[in-house]
């Protein structure tokens, strides 16, 4: 393998190889023969790391370890997402650009050996196979959902992508929910450099939970998080986003809508829970996820309101 180590980001798009961030994915998929024979490392590129505020809101280098997303920030359920990541060594060395743009942890196309969609041939062997993890907005040819959760935060703040050289997007077009071969809608030669949320609201408040099949370090089932808007006994406006059920990460409309004006109380959250899975349709294997999904919501819905702080990992006791 050979390893470029660019000083700019004009040097680093002139080379055609695979982009290293914090490199968490990228030698764990090299490890499996998973990765392209040149690696550009983009370490040593200054300008994309570190978190700026100004009055168009806070803007976090692509570069920016997970680690500082938990506890620098201040957004609520975004910090949530970022403190659960995987493991601490995880977050000290992963990055926002390589949460957002890693490749999918389905087992098949992890072994190696086994190609897919991914691999560039078609097929998707866990659809036939066993996909107790797979997708139940079932929208595209591959199962595996989409690994980021980071991604699935920043939808709740509408987010904006930059890329070099020069555009920006919002994070929900980062993502195709149709194309079984692409992570990502990047183009050849372009680099995530930053993402834009808008400044925090005062009083906003905000959840996180997922569901897993052991307690530490494991990707999760299902995963949610919202923000939440409230004024007096009435949520004013709401956010709901959730991961590990589609191959994008993905904002429940439903849901929100069920919230917008309504009394904070147990009913109104319990409401909107159960429009979770509109329009849901599960790879069969993964019909469980329905009642997960459903659960998750109604959990960081009710954090929210009562403002924990904590997503207190849970365990999913259901053997797959």
Same mark, same amino acid.
């Given at each position: 393998?050979?390893?470029?180590?660019?000083?700019?980001?004009?040097?680093?798009?002139?080379?055609?190889?695979?982009?290293?961030?914090?490199?968490?994915?990228?030698?764990?998929?090299?490890?499996?023969?998973?990765?392209?024979?040149?690696?550009?490392?983009?370490?040593?590129?200054?300008?994309?790391?570190?978190?700026?505020?100004?009055?168009?809101?806070?803007?976090?280098?692509?570069?920016?370890?997970?680690?500082?997303?938990?506890?620098?920030?201040?957004?609520?359920?975004?910090?949530?997402?970022?403190?659960?990541?995987?493991?601490?060594?995880?977050?000290?060395?992963?990055?926002?650009?390589?949460?957002?743009?890693?490749?999918?942890?389905?087992?098949?196309?992890?072994?190696?050996?086994?190609?897919?969609?991914?691999?560039?041939?078609?097929?998707?062997?866990?659809?036939?196979?066993?996909?107790?993890?797979?997708?139940?907005?079932?929208?595209?040819?591959?199962?595996?959902?989409?690994?980021?959760?980071?991604?699935?935060?920043?939808?709740?703040?509408?987010?904006?992508?930059?890329?070099?050289?020069?555009?920006?997007?919002?994070?929900?077009?980062?993502?195709?929910?149709?194309?079984?071969?692409?992570?990502?809608?990047?183009?050849?030669?372009?680099?995530?450099?930053? &993402?834009? !949320?808008?400044?925090?609201?005062? +009083? /906003?408040?905000?959840?996180?939970?997922? @569901?897993? $099949?052991? %307690?530490?370090?494991?990707?999760?089932?299902?995963?949610?998080?919202?923000?939440?808007?409230?004024?007096?006994?009435?949520?004013?406006?709401?956010?709901?986003?959730?991961?590990?059920?589609?191959?994008?990460?993905?904002?429940?409309?439903?849901?929100?809508?069920?919230?917008?004006?309504?009394?904070?109380?147990?009913?109104?959250?319990?409401?909107?829970?159960?429009?979770?899975?509109?329009?849901?349709?599960?790879?069969?294997?993964?019909?469980?996820? &329905?009642? !997960?999904?459903?659960?998750?919501? +109604? /959990?960081?819905?009710?954090?929210?309101? @009562?403002? $924990?702080? %904590?997503?207190?990992?849970?365990?999913?006791?259901?053997?797959?």
């Amino acid at each position: 393998m050979t390893v470029i180590h660019p000083r700019s980001l004009e040097e680093a798009v002139s080379y055609v190889g695979e982009y290293r961030a914090g490199g968490t994915d990228v030698e764990a998929r090299r490890r499996i023969g998973l990765t392209q024979d040149v690696t550009i490392d983009l370490r040593n590129i200054p300008g994309i790391r570190g978190v700026e505020r100004s009055a168009e809101g806070t803007r976090i280098g692509a570069m920016t370890r997970v680690t500082t997303i938990a506890t620098e920030l201040g957004y609520p359920p975004l910090a949530m997402t970022a403190a659960s990541l995987a493991n601490p060594h995880t977050r000290a060395a992963g990055t926002l650009g390589g949460n957002l743009l890693q490749q999918t942890r389905c087992w098949y196309y992890r072994t190696g050996d086994v190609d897919c969609f991914k691999t560039g041939v078609d097929g998707c062997p866990a659809r036939s196979g066993i996909h107790h993890f797979g997708n139940i907005f079932d929208t595209s040819s591959c199962v595996a959902p989409h690994p980021s959760s980071l991604g699935m935060a920043l939808m709740l703040y509408d987010a904006q992508v930059e890329v070099h050289p020069h555009r920006a997007f919002p994070i929900a077009d980062l993502y195709d929910a149709v194309d079984p071969t692409a992570e990502h809608t990047l183009g050849s030669g372009e680099i995530v450099t930053s &993402v834009l !949320l808008p400044p925090p609201v005062e +009083g /906003e408040r905000g959840a996180y939970w997922r @569901a897993t $099949a052991r %307690s530490l370090a494991e990707w999760p089932l299902v995963e949610a998080a919202c923000r939440l808007l409230v004024e007096g006994d009435r949520i004013t406006d709401a956010r709901v986003a959730v991961g590990g059920v589609g191959p994008v990460p993905r904002r429940l409309p439903a849901v929100e809508e069920s919230l917008q004006g309504a009394v904070l109380d147990g009913q109104s959250l319990s409401a909107a829970a159960t429009r979770a899975a509109t329009g849901a349709r599960p790879a069969p294997q993964a019909s469980y996820k &329905v009642a !997960l999904l459903e659960a998750a919501v +109604g /959990e960081v819905l009710e954090r929210a309101i @009562a403002g $924990a702080d %904590s997503s207190e990992l849970a365990m999913h006791e259901r053997p797959l």
